[in-house]
């Protein structure tokens, strides 16, 4: 038999080899992430028919080569062009993620570790990121719940749609800023209401609070009282925080002198007794109350205090604003309207040895009257100091150390006198150092926020999860509805010596090898070795189709020229029996 036989049927099983490796590599061409494989041939082996002799410097024979005669060819290698980058193909799914650069992603089954460029990922029933084919869960590292900062140890299943990560926790407001303008022409600053100043404010469980602060002139220039009248809920619910008179500054005067005047067309009253102008019905009568009653204690004497008073500050043109009327005081002594009621001293208003009333003997019946001038006003608050001369806010209460912050204290639960109880509130501190007494045409533009300027000690409400994003890095961060994020995971990578050594285990999968280098179980950081994660797109095949289709030709003419060596040799053969006829 001849040799050239069997080397022809060695061409055309490895030109088959090719052929098949030619062949995956186009079923493959729109696989995600496919890498392309090659063929190299390397010779079978050869016959020696002669070994090579050296030269013989006796006799000045030269030396002869070995003859050799080659016996066919084989598969020398097949490589995996496994680093070369396929084309991005956008899918605008943000769970897609295509890795640049030489890393892979690490998946698990459960039982083993596998590496993939395949980032076709979505997030199953139980919250993990998964890869979309297999199901394989994808490998990262957790957050440090005492750093909130990425602990890169053993890869474990990013499970990024827990109940804990679900929704984000409400905080207590703990600082805020107050800033603009106070116009000492402003007529809101003026009047009796003051000029109103809201600061909305979370509580520790995350409901929302309306502080609402009133801010008026007084008979100093440059200085303005600075109040807390309400605090209402998310509904509008006013929470009564009268008994807790140390929530916002102290309890202090300020100078200002008020004319009261008393409504006679409406009512009549001897200082202790109100009625209505025709005397038929009596709004109030001051002896008959308990001015000690409160909610706490007897709710319904309390009730019965509270509309009398109401009744007299109306009478003296104070409706709906009863607490101003009797926080206003008389006479030197500083003694508030609500004291002198409840002593029945309010009958000397006018402090002329009389009880108080003025009478017009000219009128029949004599006209009485209990008109009188305010000398000032208790506040729970405090007074701003301004600079007269540069218009810029000075400090607070006079205070020598230049004081431009004061606490919105939390109110303990036994001092409010409605069933919703703020007690989870945090002290606030309220910085003022931002107003300013400038010339706006009239106009003041005062404004709470809370928070401090650099956003620090806002709160927050409870913040259910509306996206999630994955860096560059790779580390995934939620978005929730109360403006914040939190840090989930980093998806890690595995990077190897020889990439080109790894095993296929099919699914876009590939095992690490004794050739390949080994997985230590942590992985590292995609962007350590320049490499980074885009999200929306993944990576295509990098199967080149005209290499393939010309590799394809030139293995189709090689088949081709080994089977003529297997023709041509069956001809030689068949002369050789021919000689026998």
């Not at 992603?105 to 998964?130: I, P």
């Not at 029945?344 to 208003?349: C, I, R, S, Y």
């Not at 919105?408 to 003022?432: H, M, R, Y």
């Not at 560059?472 to 989930?488: E, F, P, Q, V």
Request: hydrophobic content about 35%; overall charge negative.
């Amino acid at each position: 038999m001849m040799r050239s036989l069997y080397s022809g049927v060695a061409g055309l099983k490895t030109h088959q080899t090719k052929m098949d490796v030619i062949g995956n590599n186009i079923a493959n061409v729109n696989t995600t992430a496919f890498k392309s494989s090659s063929v190299t041939f390397a010779d079978l082996m050869s016959q020696t028919t002669q070994s090579a002799s050296g030269a013989n410097a006796q006799t000045g024979v030269g030396g002869v080569n070995a003859r050799q005669i080659g016996l066919g060819v084989k598969s020398g290698a097949i490589n995996v062009n496994i680093t070369s980058q396929g084309s991005a193909q956008s899918t605008g799914n943000p769970f897609d993620i295509m890795i640049t650069g030489d890393n892979f992603f690490v998946v698990s089954d459960g039982l083993a570790n596998y590496f993939t460029r395949d980032g076709s990922f979505y997030v199953d029933g139980v919250g993990n990121l998964c890869m979309t084919s297999t199901g394989y869960n994808v490998m990262g590292w957790g957050v440090d719940p005492d750093t909130m900062e990425i602990k890169q140890d053993t890869v474990q299943a990013l499970r990024i749609m827990s109940a804990d990560n679900l929704t984000y926790p409400p905080e207590a407001t703990y600082k805020g800023t107050v800033s603009g303008i106070l116009d000492k022409n402003d007529t809101d600053v003026n009047s009796e209401a003051g000029k109103t100043v809201n600061l909305n404010v979370y509580d520790a469980l995350g409901y929302e609070y309306t502080a609402r602060f009133v801010l008026k002139s007084t008979d100093v220039d440059g200085e303005y009282s600075a109040e807390l009248t309400k605090l209402l809920d998310s509904k509008g619910t006013e929470i009564d925080v009268s008994m807790a008179t140390d929530i916002f500054g102290t309890n202090t005067t300020v100078a200002d002198s008020t004319p009261v005047t008393f409504n006679t067309k409406s009512y009549m009253w001897d200082g202790n007794v109100l009625k209505s102008a025709d005397g038929s019905k009596v709004l109030a009568d001051l002896g008959s109350l308990d001015f000690t009653a409160t909610a706490a204690t007897d709710a319904t004497k309390y009730k019965a205090l509270r509309d009398a008073l109401d009744n007299v500050a109306s009478a003296y043109g104070y409706g709906g604003s009863t607490d101003d009327f009797l926080n206003l005081y008389y006479g030197a002594s500083k003694t508030k309207i609500f004291e002198l009621l409840a002593s029945g001293d309010f009958t000397d208003l006018d402090n002329d040895g009389n009880p108080g009333i003025t009478t017009d003997s000219t009128t029949t019946p004599p006209k009485t009257t209990y008109d009188f001038t305010a000398d000032g006003r208790w506040i729970d608050g405090m007074v701003l100091k301004f600079d007269t001369d540069t218009g810029l806010f000075k400090n607070i209460d006079g205070n020598i150390n230049g004081l431009t912050t004061i606490q919105l204290s939390k109110v303990p639960a036994d001092k409010t006198q409605a069933s919703g109880s703020p007690s989870n509130f945090s002290d606030i501190e309220l910085n003022w150092s931002g107003i300013s007494m400038f010339n706006n045409n009239g106009t003041s533009t005062i404004t709470a926020t809370y928070g401090d300027k650099d956003g620090i000690g806002t709160g927050r409400k409870l913040g259910d999860m509306i996206g999630v994003s994955i860096q560059r890095d790779g580390m995934i961060y939620a978005s929730y509805d109360n403006g914040m994020t939190k840090l989930l995971g980093q998806i890690a990578t595995a990077n190897f010596p020889n990439a080109s050594g790894l095993e296929k285990h099919g699914d876009n999968l590939y095992s690490s090898t004794m050739n390949s280098g080994s997985f230590d179980g942590i992985g590292v950081d995609v962007t350590a070795s320049g490499g980074y994660m885009s999200t929306g797109v993944l990576e295509m095949s990098n199967v080149d189709l005209s290499r393939e289709f010309t590799e394809m030709i030139t293995t189709q003419r090689g088949f081709q020229a080994n089977s003529r060596i297997i023709t041509v040799s069956d001809t030689l053969l068949e002369e050789l029996t021919n000689l026998k006829r």
